[in-house]
């Protein structure tokens, strides 16, 4: 089957490319390059020997789209990754997500239903969970976003069930990811953040080059079991097979609209992160801790129950793996 991915060369896109090539898919990604590099593309091709089909356009220019559809009328899915990610940068700039995050989607519903494709997979997070005090997050526990970059993701998600309801014949699947980290084993893909990174491993993996001094720990308070803040870590390639699992279920039957969490359910405090780093890969990581950040919670994570009921999907990789892949492509990476 021939599959669209958008935003196919950044961190996620990038290695849901190599699983689904690897699934004997024919693989055309679009990606502006706005948040990526185009030597991805290349890394693609070294590890699994084949060179996906490359468009270097903007998914908000209809137009290009367009192009691209009628280059390859007879895409079976599309798997949108495309969008700005960066909760600071949204609060500051919500036109430029909101514009992004959102026209991109409109843009590819209006193409796609033009050109008869059927079958969307969403990346939607988290963070459209209103704050619960219960844990594990289930799919149909309340919604509310605490940011702009939030509600991009909520609004996709309202738009795509508006279009799924106007159009009971088209299959989405919205996959929910808690917090990926860790590289592909290779070494040659990975999360490459510009300027100091914001999540977690990514500024852990900078300490441990020695590019940043030490990790400042956001609050030791918190109750939580060593009162560091607890959130639900899923490697990036389990979570790239997550959607293989998505696009089975697609290819099997008429999924209609589907919600499904990706995460592992086990919560993991940022001590545990840290704790695990310098075991897997010496001890190179020093911390101090600083006050809370406004607007971090205790503790989030999943339930993954409904996907491993319904797509079969359970995650195989362990904390030792996202730490010790994680610190091998930053070493291979490093500017
Ligand atoms: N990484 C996470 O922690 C996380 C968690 C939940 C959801 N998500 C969502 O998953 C998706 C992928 O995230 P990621 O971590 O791989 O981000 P990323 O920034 O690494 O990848 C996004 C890719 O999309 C491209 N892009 C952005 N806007 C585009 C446009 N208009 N046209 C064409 N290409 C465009 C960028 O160049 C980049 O290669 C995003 O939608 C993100 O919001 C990510």
């Not at 004997?24 to 185009?38: V, Y």
């Not at 091709?45 to 490359?54: A, H, Q, S, V």
């Not at 939030?150 to 299959?171: C, M, S, V, W």
């Amino acid at each position: 089957m021939k599959i669209l991915l958008t935003g196919g060369l950044g961190y996620i896109g990038s290695h849901t490319a190599v699983e689904v090539i690897n699934a004997g898919h024919e693989t055309i990604i679009i990606d502006n390059l706005s948040n990526s590099k185009i030597e991805v593309l290349e890394k693609i091709e070294k590890i699994t020997k084949k060179r996906p089909k490359f468009y270097q356009e903007d998914v908000c220019d209809i137009n290009a789209l367009t192009k691209v559809f009628k280059e390859n009328p007879d895409i079976f899915a599309v798997i949108h990754f495309a969008g700005f990610k960066a909760v600071g940068e949204s609060c500051k700039e919500p036109l430029k997500y909101y514009k992004n995050n959102l026209i991109s989607t409109l843009n590819l519903l209006e193409v796609m239903e033009k050109f008869n494709c059927k079958n969307f997979i969403f990346s939607s997070s988290a963070t459209v969970y209103a704050v619960s005090e219960i844990m594990p997050l289930e799919e149909d526990f309340p919604l509310g976003a605490s940011n702009p970059y939030g509600r991009t993701k909520l609004f996709n998600e309202e738009i795509l069930e508006d279009y799924q309801n106007a159009h009971p014949d088209f299959n989405i699947v919205l996959l929910r990811y808690f917090n990926p980290i860790g590289a592909h084993e290779s070494g040659l893909l990975g999360e490459d953040p510009n300027g100091i990174p914001n999540n977690l491993m990514p500024y852990i993996c900078k300490v441990a080059t020695g590019e940043l001094d030490h990790l400042n720990i956001f609050g030791k308070d918190y109750n939580t079991k060593d009162g560091t803040g607890v959130r639900d870590y899923i490697h990036i390639v389990d979570l790239a097979k997550g959607h293989i699992k998505a696009l089975e279920k697609m290819l099997e039957e008429n999924v209609g609209l589907k919600i499904y969490n990706l995460g592992t359910g086990t919560g993991y405090s940022v001590l545990d992160i840290v704790n695990t780093f310098n075991k897997v890969n010496g001890n190179l990581v020093k911390y101090e801790f600083v006050a809370r950040r406004p607007g971090d919670i205790a503790m989030c994570y999943a339930s993954p129950s409904k996907a491993e009921k319904e797509l079969g999907f359970k995650t195989t990789k362990t904390l030792e793996d996202m730490c010790r892949s994680s610190y091998l492509y930053q070493k291979n990476n490093k500017k």
